[in-house]
């Protein structure tokens, strides 16, 4: 993964446009009629970030004719399972105590979703939250209670905190200065948008988090709405970044309902980043990435600063792209 590297901006505006005339056209139509209008484009996935193992497996499941749930859970599983990935599962960076807590949610096509908040010791917080969706008749658990129902279910309980990110958590210490650096060291959310062969869409959105955050802290990645949402009739959409203003902006759902109103992928990710820096004066402090697909298999992404970019495999092929961003540089 290579996302510590200054990422030029590229351009996303065809698809784009098509996007919006797509939706446009398909304001006004019943669930039928819009499923009837759609030529589906093939398996597609995408995630925040250059994830190529997660892509990859997620195109494999897609491949396999599974369903777009199974991909983007089993996708973002292998970042999570990646101990040289330290912002989500196994290997994340701790909070300030040193204890690393996971966020994480899944939503399908049914608009059904679960989520876990604060859990600990458990690698695969994705599929707890699948077992929250799946199980309960709630959508979210936190910390203790979403433990232990994951050990009710099976999962194996390990420590998630490996040498090198509390030799970092160590470092960190001596100062104790908590300041945010953009697009690298303490954020990285994965989140994932796939769409299967039936052109239903699902997506998934795991992280441990802003490194040395307070204890207790969730962000928007677990957050329905915020950090991820998905309406199969429209698109999804995914967050990356400081949480806080995303779930002030409602940015998933945001984006979301911006291409029910006719925008396209790229359209709608720009409207939303744009939201939030009208609402935050020093919003140059600040780095926020998101992804967004139509139900057409059109895709977007923008971000503040450059530097984000989001992986992508479709039948077209498996590749980075680099997002377009607000500042230049
Ligand atoms: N959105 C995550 C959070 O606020 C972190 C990130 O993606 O950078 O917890």
């Not at 008749?137 to 990110?165: I, N, Q, W, Y």
């Not at 697009?183 to 699902?202: K, R, V």
Request: proline share 3%; hydrophobic share 35%; charged share 25%.
């Amino acid at each position: 993964m290579d996302r510590r590297k200054f990422i030029k901006n590229g351009g996303l505006g065809g698809a784009a446009l098509m996007g919006g005339a797509w939706a446009a056209s398909c304001a006004d139509k019943t669930s039928e009629e819009k499923a009837g209008n759609i030529t589906p484009t093939g398996p597609l996935v995408i995630a925040t970030w250059n994830v190529p193992n997660a892509t990859a497996k997620a195109y494999e499941v897609l491949k396999g004719k599974g369903t777009a749930l199974d991909a983007v859970e089993q996708g973002v599983m292998m970042e999570e399972a990646d101990v040289n990935n330290q912002s989500v599962g196994k290997g994340g960076r701790p909070d300030r105590d040193g204890n690393v807590t996971l966020d994480a949610c899944i939503m399908d096509k049914d608009s059904r979703c679960g989520a876990v908040v604060y859990l600990q010791n458990i690698v695969h917080a994705v599929s707890v939250a699948r077992r929250v969706m799946e199980d309960t008749p709630h959508v979210m658990l936190a910390g203790e209670g979403a433990r232990k129902f994951a050990l009710e279910k099976g999962f194996p309980e390990e420590d998630l905190l490996t040498d090198k990110s509390r030799q970092e958590w160590l470092e960190w210490k001596k100062t104790s200065k908590y300041d945010p650096v953009i697009n690298i060291e303490n954020h990285d959310t994965i989140g994932m948008l796939a769409i299967d062969s039936n052109g239903d869409i699902a997506g998934a959105c795991t992280t441990s988090g802003m490194a040395y955050k307070m204890a207790g802290r969730v962000g928007d990645s677990p957050i329905i709405g915020a950090g991820l949402f998905v309406d199969n009739e429209i698109g999804g959409a995914t967050a990356t970044g400081m949480g806080e203003e995303v779930v002030r902006t409602v940015g998933s759902f945001l984006i979301v309902e911006l291409m029910r109103q006719g925008k396209s992928p790229q359209e709608a990710c720009e409207e939303g980043v744009r939201r939030i820096i009208s609402k935050k004066e020093n919003f140059r402090d600040i780095q926020i990435g998101f992804i967004a697909v139509n139900k057409a298999g059109e895709t977007g992404a923008y971000c503040i600063h450059p530097g984000f970019s989001y992986r992508k495999y479709s039948e077209s092929g498996h590749e980075d792209n680099p997002a377009t961003s607000y500042l230049q540089s």
